[in-house]
């Protein structure tokens, strides 16, 4: 086939290495902890609700942006959760997970040229939606193993072609969580430079040793520039179901929603129903136990790849550790994530996907969203390592 009939972008976006090691991992029956999948149960509300949905016969589509039960449920947990004021009919859109959500609002909100802040280590997929749109990504570095940045350094990042800056928190895959004054610091310069900020919010329940989420949306002045993105793929353990959304003001979510109808239609209607379930019936202590739950996943995990000489910056929240595989034969984060695939069949993710220079050499990826039995061999499998 003649390359003209393949897009001028797919030069520039190389496949996913969380897909390539996966892939890699099912090749030889490794155990895979490269791809967030979420192995772990998913609540049976949830699973009822979408289950009395179709069989109810509520299978053909939703309106573009959403079952309205599920908008409302959105709109009340962002009252209950967040602090962030949103009108269920004008300003949710109900997208194909929380990934669709993110390239809906790329493709409504920026043109080609248009530059875009983002902090590294990022989310492979955000960098490639923006490339997708022919945007520009910016990268503003942040350092292990606290992943701590500088005001300055998104300073000095902005031009007269900055349109956006992403925040996602807690992150993938650093697991870094902004905290309240880091958030305020962006706000105040992205208020200055009429910036819009698109926050990845997804992991919002995955979060560590105390503390607390706060969304950019609920800071002053800042729910008019702030494109919130979410979803339940991660926290009800439905990565398979695509079920996310964005908030944001109505201008911004009228084209998002626009774009949602054009690549989508809508997002599995019966499966909304599920989600919207899960949002209203599941009580606080199902959030606490989860974030328990995943903590001491956290804590066995990083104890056995510090033990095994992969050094870990710890986690504040998500479910994704960053090691340090320096003392690994190889030079790049791929040979080293590939021996350690071959020695022990253990799959993570080769530190390069998430960084823009030769830093990520250093690292792997690793998701410790897997049953308990399965952190139980991981962690012996890398006592063979050490």
Not at 166 to 192: D, H, M, T, W, Y
Request: charged share 20%; proline share 4%.
């Amino acid at each position: 086939m003649e390359a003209r009939f393949i897009n001028r972008r797919l030069a520039r976006l190389g496949h996913s290495e969380i897909r390539a090691m996966t892939q890699a991992c099912a090749r030889m029956n490794g155990l895979n902890m490269a791809q967030g999948v979420c192995d772990t149960p998913v609540p049976a509300v949830v699973i009822e609700a979408a289950g009395r949905a179709m069989n109810a016969g509520n299978n053909v589509y939703s309106r573009f942006d959403g079952l309205a039960e599920l908008r409302e449920a959105i709109a009340e947990k962002l009252a209950r959760d967040n602090g962030v004021k949103a009108d269920a009919e004008r300003e949710v859109t109900v997208s194909a997970g929380a990934t669709g959500a993110f390239h809906c609002a790329c493709l409504a909100l920026l043109s080609p040229g248009d530059e875009v802040i983002l902090f590294e280590p990022y989310y492979q997929y955000h960098v490639s939606a923006l490339l997708a749109v022919e945007a520009v990504p910016v990268i503003v570095a942040m350092h292990s193993p606290d992943w701590n940045f500088s005001i300055r350094d998104i300073e000095r990042a902005v031009t007269p072609r900055t349109r956006a800056i992403v925040v996602n928190s807690p992150g993938n895959p650093s697991g870094k969580v902004f905290s309240r004054e880091e958030l305020q610091g962006i706000a105040a310069l992205a208020c200055r430079d009429n910036l819009l900020v698109i926050t990845d919010e997804i992991y919002e329940y995955f979060l560590y040793d105390g503390l607390a989420h706060v969304s950019m949306a609920s800071l002053p002045d800042m729910a008019e520039r702030t494109i919130t993105i979410g979803g339940y793929s991660k926290t009800f353990s439905v990565t398979g179901w695509r079920i996310g959304y964005s908030v944001a003001a109505e201008r911004w979510a009228q084209a998002i929603g626009a774009m949602n109808d054009l690549l989508y239609v809508c997002a599995p209607t019966p499966l909304q129903a599920g989600v919207a379930a899960g949002i209203r019936e599941l009580p606080a202590s199902f959030y606490q136990k989860l974030a328990k739950a995943y903590q001491d996943k956290r804590d066995q995990f990083c104890a056995a790849l510090g033990k095994a000489g992969l050094t870990p910056s710890i986690p504040n929240g998500a479910y994704y550790v960053l090691a340090d595989a320096t003392k690994l034969p190889g030079n790049t984060g791929k040979e080293r994530a590939m021996h350690i695939l071959e020695k022990i069949g253990l799959a993570g993710v080769p530190g390069e996907a998430f960084f823009s220079g030769s830093e990520g050499r250093r690292f792997i990826r690793f998701s410790y969203a897997k049953t308990d039995s399965d952190i139980d061999e991981a962690c012996r499998r890398l006592a063979r390592l050490a």
